[in-house]
Every structure is written in C-alpha cells, then in structure tokens.
C-alpha cells in the first residue's frame, strides 16, 4: 500500500510540474516522469504472486536507478549554467541506456544479477538477490554522477550572482539522500525498499526551489524572452525585490551586478543601478493602482536607454515579482 501511495504521489508532482509548461527544464519532467514509473514498478514487487511478475515489476523499477543520478547532475548543470557538450551528454544517455539494457536481462543471463529469487512475508512480495558486474558499473556511476554534481555545486557556490547558496545545498543534499539509501539498500540487503519513499521526499523537498529558479529564469520565463538578449539587458526580482537574476547585457550596463548575491535585497549603496533604476522601481512597487508597466529614459555616458519596469505574473495572473528590460535607443534618438 506504502508503495501505491508513492505512486499517486509522484504521479500528482508530475502533473503539477506540467501545469508550468515551458518554465522547467524538460530533464527535470523526464526525471519525475520515471521516478513515477519506477514507483509503479515497487508497487508491482510487492504485489507480484510468482517470480515472473516480481522480476517484470524490478525491471520497471530500476529505471529510475539507473536514469535518476544522471538527470539529477543535468539539472544542477542547468541551474548553474553549465553547459556541457552534446557528444558527452549523448554518451552519458548511452552508457546509462546500455546499463540499463543490462537490466532487462535479469532472470535470463547473469550479468546484472547473478542468482534472484522471490520471497513473500504476510502477503508483502518482495526478492532477494546476487548481484553481478554490472550492477556494479550501475552503483559507480550513480557515485559518478553524485561527485560531479557536488563539483559542480561547489564550484557555483562561488558565484554567487550566478545560482542561489540555499538552491544548490537542497539539490546536492536531495541527490546525495538518495543514493546513500540506494547504497545502503544494496549492501545492507534490507527486506523492504525504501528508494521509493526517498525519491517522493527528494522531489517534494527539491520542487519548492526548483519552481522558484525556473519562475525567475531569464532564459525559461515566456515572459521575459520576448526579444533579443543579447542587445536588451534583463534584471529580476521576487515580490519581496530581492534579486533573482540578469543577462549578460544587464552586467555590463550595471557592473555592481556581479557583486548582487541572489535572493537578496537590493545593496543600498552606489552604483549606476541605485542611480537610474531604483526610484522607478520603487515607484511601481509603491503605487498599487499604477498600471503593470512604467518606461522611463536616462542617459549615460553619452549614450541613451529607455527603461522599461515591468510586474511579473504566473499563469494565475497572480503577481509574482518585477522585471526590468533595458535597451540602448542611441541610435534610434541620433535619426531624428
């Protein structure tokens, strides 16, 4: 029964993730999507009444093992943008899917498992087992991909402009919870599976801040990325304005950016920011009635920008924070 609700559980995240369309990483919807089969897999175990049926319902279970680290260590990548090869990611697929081939196998060759057998104990299905090679190359690089994560995060926690200090630990800590227990599980042998119960809990823990990165996100929010980044500068903060993020553009006409540390305040003191960009934000902010948008125009080193202030909304129309675009009319004000 334990296992039936793990199922609905995750199967209820999946569908609360799609709500937001667009604005999650499509690894973190693969992720919950398996993690949900997976569970109906445990589910299967437990309920199985021969061998046949016990092995089916491991098979299914054992997707989210093998897939689980490996989307797990492309979600932090994105988070603190990391952007690795297509060729490697290609081949971290392949390896796993291969891995997992090896899965399948299970009950006719040796090779993942070396000896299976069923067990039932007041009704409850559930198997004991001799694991073979590659169950072992599974368990190194699920350990493989735990390390790379905590690399990953430990470099990012540096940069503090670039992903959140708190973000990064719930991550690292969700990943590493779950393949301590997979790894306790597999050299304890304990009666029951506990993988199912953690992975619902680490998705529960990890989608509070997950929802908060992508709702933020310059490059997932629809709508931010209406135009060209690369020439209109981006600044975003949460309803309490603390800030959430810019673009590249938006640091090189406000350096002080670099020193902002996400999902905190605004700093009180100099900069180009404080001196263009906070009254008018304040005054948007400030003024409950004023429409969802204020534009204003400044000049900087001979050159002119228009400002735009924007609320930011979910698919509630409930607000959520302020984006400011910025855009260079230099040479639009020098034709007329």
């Known amino acids: 029964m334990l296992y039936l609700i793990c199922f609905f559980v995750s199967l209820a995240i999946f569908v609360f993730i799609n709500l937001y369309g667009r604005s999650f990483d499509h690894n973190i919807l693969i992720l919950v999507l398996i993690v949900t089969i997976s569970n109906g897999g445990y589910y299967s175990i437990s309920a199985a009444s021969g061998l046949e049926e016990a092995i089916l319902g491991n098979k299914i279970a054992y997707v989210a093992s093998v897939f689980a680290p490996l989307l797990i260590f492309l979600v932090i990548c994105n988070i603190c943008r990391i952007e690795l090869p297509a060729v490697l990611r290609i ?32 009704g409850f299905g559930y198997l004991t087992k001799t694991y073979g090679p590659c169950h072992t190359l599974c368990i ?30 719930v991550l ?32 529960s823990i990890i989608l509070v801040p ?14 931010i990325i209406d135009s060209d980044k690369s020439r209109t500068g981006y600044i975003v903060f949460d ?33 180009r920011f404080n001196t263009f960009l906070r009254q008018p934000l304040m005054s948007l902010v400030n003024d409950d009635k004023a429409e969802s948008n204020l534009t204003k125009a400044f000049e900087h080193q001979g050159e ?16 959520i924070g302020y984006f400011i675009r910025i855009s260079d009319i230099t040479m639009l004000i020098g034709t007329h």
């Not at 997992?100 to 009950?107: E, R």
């Open 91 to 122: 081949c971290m697929f392949g390896l796993q899917t291969l891995i997992y081939a090896s899965v399948c196998t299970i009950g006719k060759y040796s090779i993942f498992y070396k000896k299976v057998k069923f067990n039932t104990n007041d």
């Open 172 to 203: 690292l800590f969700s990943e590493a919870l779950t393949i301590a227990v997979y790894l306790i599980e597999r050299f304890v042998h304990v009666r029951y599976e506990l993988l199912p119960i953690v992975l619902v809990f680490s998705m």
């Open 210 to 223: 997950l929802s908060k990165i992508y709702r933020y996100s310059l490059y997932n929010n629809a709508s």
């Open 239 to 271: 309803n309490r304005l603390r800030y959430m993020g810019s673009n590249d553009y938006a640091v090189s006409l406000f350096p002080e950016l670099n020193d902002w540390e996400l999902e905190k305040k605004i700093p009180g003191n100099g900069g």
């Open 304 to 319: 002119s920008f228009s400002c735009d202030i924007n609320r930011m909304y979910n698919s509630n129309r409930s607000p």
């Open 140 to 169: 190194a690089m699920m350990c493989i991909y735990m390390v790379g994560g905590i690399v990953v995060g430990l470099i990012s926690l540096n940069k503090k402009n670039v992903v959140s200090k708190i973000n990064v630990e």
